[in-house]
């Protein structure tokens, strides 16, 4: 196991986020010291404020990096870690960015995240990346979830799949590559051991809940006409459309061998999880 000095807190950014409070309360169950970094977390840090930045990185050795979306930050504060002796990295990518087919980037995210890959790698510090596909948990604390929770997921996804990878299982790679030694200068996808259609996913999920839910396909026309009388700008929904492409095309439904890799083990099923989720009252109506 790599050395973590109890003087030397792990930083861990987004830590109110999916993967980030999971991070948080795994590395917490090790006995680690975690300095929880978020807007309105536990340790005040706002990527948009670089004056909070070094209060952050003070006395830090090791950094999980949760980016923001659309943005260049993370370079700046890369470099602005250097100067403080970090030693080690561990970044939050996104599947698929080295293909330029995956998804239509209407929101300008890609270039971000790629130069944010770019500035870690070449840091000079420790890093391990990890890019995982669509979160397990958007039917339960994301994306989908207030549709999941209402009966009706309404979708332009068609009868795409995707092999969704459990957050529970994100976390677990990246407390390994911020503890353990063997993970540096590797590049973790991460996906679950199967794709699953949306239709399998909700009925999956309709019987773990012992509720009726229901997917409904939808056309892209359809959709973002219904964000549209809900009050999103059309821009805005049309954006969110995009983001469904990839599971309506097929893309997302290549399965990863990141978890295998980094863990010894394989990843979670999409059943296993609806069931756990189901069973800490996760769908409650």
Do not use: C
Not at 111 to 131: F, H, M, P, Q
Not at 162 to 184: C, K, N, Q, R
Request: aromatic share 8%.
């Amino acid at each position: 196991m790599a050395e973590v000095m109890p003087e030397h807190p792990i930083l861990v950014t987004g830590a109110t986020g999916k993967s980030g409070r999971r991070v948080v309360s795994r590395l917490r169950a090790k006995g680690l010291p975690v300095r929880a970094a978020a807007r309105n977390g536990e340790h005040v840090f706002d990527w948009t404020d670089s004056g909070t930045w070094d209060a952050a990185l003070e006395g830090v050795r090791s950094i999980y990096i949760v980016q923001p979306d659309g943005t260049r930050l993370v370079r700046p504060f890369v470099e602005r870690a250097v100067q403080h002796g970090v030693e080690q990295i561990v970044l939050a990518s996104g599947r698929g960015i080295d293909n330029p087919d995956y998804v239509k980037d209407s929101g300008g995210v890609l270039e971000g995240v790629l130069d944010s890959e770019a500035a870690v790698r070449e840091s000079g510090l420790k890093w391990t990346i990890s890019r995982p596909g669509w979160f397990s948990q958007n039917f339960s604390e994301g994306f989908f979830a207030r549709d999941i929770r209402a009966g009706e997921l309404r979708l332009p996804g068609g009868d795409g799949a995707v092999s969704f990878i459990d957050a529970e299982d994100i976390a677990a790679v990246v407390v390994a590559a911020l503890t353990e030694d063997g993970h540096s200068g590797q590049i973790y996808e991460l996906s679950g051991p199967r794709a699953v259609t949306l239709a399998e996913a909700v009925a999956t999920i309709s019987e773990a809940a012992g509720r009726e839910i229901r997917y409904v396909p939808l056309s892209v026309e359809n959709y973002v006409a219904e964000l549209v009388q809900q009050g999103l700008p059309q821009a805005d929904a049309e954006a969110f459309a995009d983001v469904i492409a990839p599971i309506r095309s097929g893309a997302g439904e290549y399965v990863s061998d990141g978890v295998q890799r980094a863990l010894g083990r394989p990843p979670r099923t999409f059943a296993e999880f609806a069931k756990s989720t189901a069973a800490a009252g996760g769908w409650s109506a």
